[in-house]
């Protein structure tokens, strides 16, 4: 069978896999924060984009697969206004592989949960992607994402913290400060 109909991912003539990533926030404007199965590696869920399938479509898709949640179960808020890329260290490049693909391609979706965090499930992918999760600090994933990906994730969290993290609207004092 040739690689790309077993594979079923979108690659662009530059090499770059299509692909979407998720923030997902809760009430509290932590972030969901996800353990690769069978690794102590930590990411933010996301998945390649599938032939015909829309940004969106992918991100629906990848949040059922990877997390148990439903459209039901979240807000979107927003997302990057385009592309967020990374290229992968030589070791990890697939050069037996064709297309051959050189890192990934993102658009970033910030999504707010919206129902209880009991409904993520971490077991509807076979085999799953993830085999634990907790809630993080904002800003703690670019301590500890690997490093090639450390970037991207700089990028994303930046353009879509306002999202999440508003300021607070400073009060102003109930008297007037006299000098001294």
């Given at each position: 069978?040739?690689?790309?109909t077993e594979r079923a991912d979108v690659?662009?003539?530059?090499?770059?896999?299509l692909n979407v990533g998720i923030?997902?926030?809760?009430?509290?404007?932590?972030?969901?924060?996800?353990?690769?199965?069978?690794?102590?590696?930590?990411?933010?869920?996301?998945?390649?984009?599938?032939?015909?399938?829309?940004?969106?479509?992918?991100?629906?898709?990848?949040?059922?697969?990877?997390?148990?949640?439903?459209?039901?179960?979240?807000?979107?808020?927003?997302?990057?206004?385009?592309?967020?890329?990374?290229?992968?260290?030589?070791?990890?490049?697939?050069?037996?592989?064709?297309?051959?693909?050189?890192?990934?391609?993102?658009?970033?979706?910030?999504?707010?949960?919206?129902?209880?965090?009991?409904?993520?499930?971490?077991?509807?992918?076979?085999?799953?992607?993830?085999?634990?999760?907790?809630?993080?600090?904002?800003?703690?994933?670019?301590?500890?994402?690997?490093?090639?990906?450390?970037?991207?994730?700089?990028?994303?969290?930046?353009?879509?913290?306002?999202?999440?993290?508003?300021?607070?609207?400073?009060?102003?004092?109930?008297?007037?400060?006299?000098?001294?």
């Amino acid at each position: 069978m040739h690689p790309v109909t077993e594979r079923a991912d979108v690659i662009d003539d530059e090499g770059y896999r299509l692909n979407v990533g998720i923030i997902l926030a809760n009430r509290r404007k932590h972030v969901l924060w996800a353990r690769r199965s069978g690794m102590n590696a930590w990411q933010f869920p996301q998945g390649g984009i599938r032939p015909n399938e829309t940004p969106e479509e992918a991100m629906y898709r990848e949040l059922r697969e990877e997390v148990g949640l439903e459209p039901g179960d979240v807000d979107v808020i927003g997302c990057t206004r385009g592309w967020l890329s990374y290229r992968l260290p030589e070791r990890l490049i697939r050069h037996g592989r064709l297309p051959l693909c050189i890192g990934q391609k993102q658009v970033w979706y910030m999504l707010r949960l919206t129902s209880d965090e009991s409904r993520v499930r971490l077991d509807r992918a076979d085999p799953p992607e993830f085999d634990a999760w907790r809630w993080v600090y904002y800003w703690r994933p670019l301590r500890e994402v690997v490093a090639f990906k450390r970037g991207v994730y700089r990028r994303a969290l930046r353009e879509l913290a306002p999202l999440v993290l508003k300021p607070r609207p400073c009060r102003r004092p109930s008297a007037a400060v006299s000098e001294q």
